[in-house]
Structure formats: C-alpha cells, structure tokens
C-alpha cells in the first residue's frame, strides 16, 4: 500500500466553493497522475462562521463544476466546511490561499507565523472580477499546474 507522501491544503474565505473545488479537484488529478496514493488535498477556510449565506456542504456551483468535469458527488456525505487551524497548518506540506488580495489579509491577522509559507495564488470568488472572470477555470488550470509541478518534483525526488 502506498504511504501518504505529501499533503496539500487549500484555502479560501468560507471553505465553501473555491477551497472546495480545488480539494476534490486536486484528488481527482492525482489519482489520475503517477502519485496516485501519494498525494492528497483537504480544505479549509479562513472565515467559516455560522450564520453566512452557505447552505449545505459546498456551494452548488462546485458541485456542478466537478459533476460537468466527471467527479460524481455524494452531497449527503460531504463535509461541512472547516475553519483553518494551526493544527491543520501544520498538517499541510504546501497550502495555497487562492485570492492573495482577500486572504493575506486574513492570514495576517490571524495565522501571522503562516504568511511567508502560504502559496497566494489570484483566483477571485463568483461575482467578482469582472464578467470575464471564471473563477472555476481558473481554478482547474491552477490545480492542474500544480499537479503538473508535484508529479515532476516528487517523482524525481524519489528516483
């Protein structure tokens, strides 16, 4: 059986859409890669608080994205979002904040020993940025980048 060598963490606001796809994006793109078994992601958020406009699990916009993309969710046993911990920081081998102008912030104020480790990538949420931005494209392309650079560095390392 292989061994879990390496653990990515994604974060965003609410741990609700952005986070969410990339998560389940990721370990779809890694099963699918030579670190199948080897690699795998979780997510959290930076601001998860009850009372928000989130119902359910994940945004349905993320569940449709996967579903369109061949990843069949069982919305009954997803689960619920997370807030992000020192314990779940320190879990991760890499973790990514996928809007670096709404969540540097947030790390700053809240996890200030994390922010020169984080990965702030520039992926704004649903309804900002402008019509011509889509954030579940861009977050696809990112992951599958990531996984591109994973594969290659991780692969080498242990030939």
């Known amino acids: 059986m292989n ?21 389940y994006w990721f370990n779809r793109c890694i099963n699918l890669s030579s670190l199948q078994g080897k690699c795998i992601s979780a997510s959290a958020g930076l601001n998860v608080f009850a009372g928000n406009s989130n119902v359910g699990p994940m945004a349905a916009e993320a569940i449709a994205a996967l579903r369109d993309r061949g990843l069949d969710l069982d919305f009954a046993a997803l689960p619920l979002p997370r807030q992000a911990t020192e314990e779940i920081f320190r879990s991760a081998d890499l973790i990514v904040a996928v809007d670096a102008h709404a969540h540097q912030p947030m790390v700053r104020d809240k996890f200030p020993e994390w922010e020169l480790k984080i990965q702030f990538w520039e992926i704004k949420d649903l309804g900002e940025g402008g019509l011509a931005h889509d954030p579940i494209s861009l977050l696809e392309t990112a992951v599958e980048d990531l996984v591109e650079q994973l594969v290659a560095r991780l692969s080498t390392a242990n030939t």
């Not at 060598?5 to 609700?16: A, E």
Request: glycine letters at 4%; hydrophobic letters at 45%; aromatic letters at 24%.
């Open 3 to 23: 061994k879990i060598m390496y653990n990515v963490l994604f974060l965003c606001t609410g741990n609700y859409f952005r986070s969410r796809f990339a998560e």
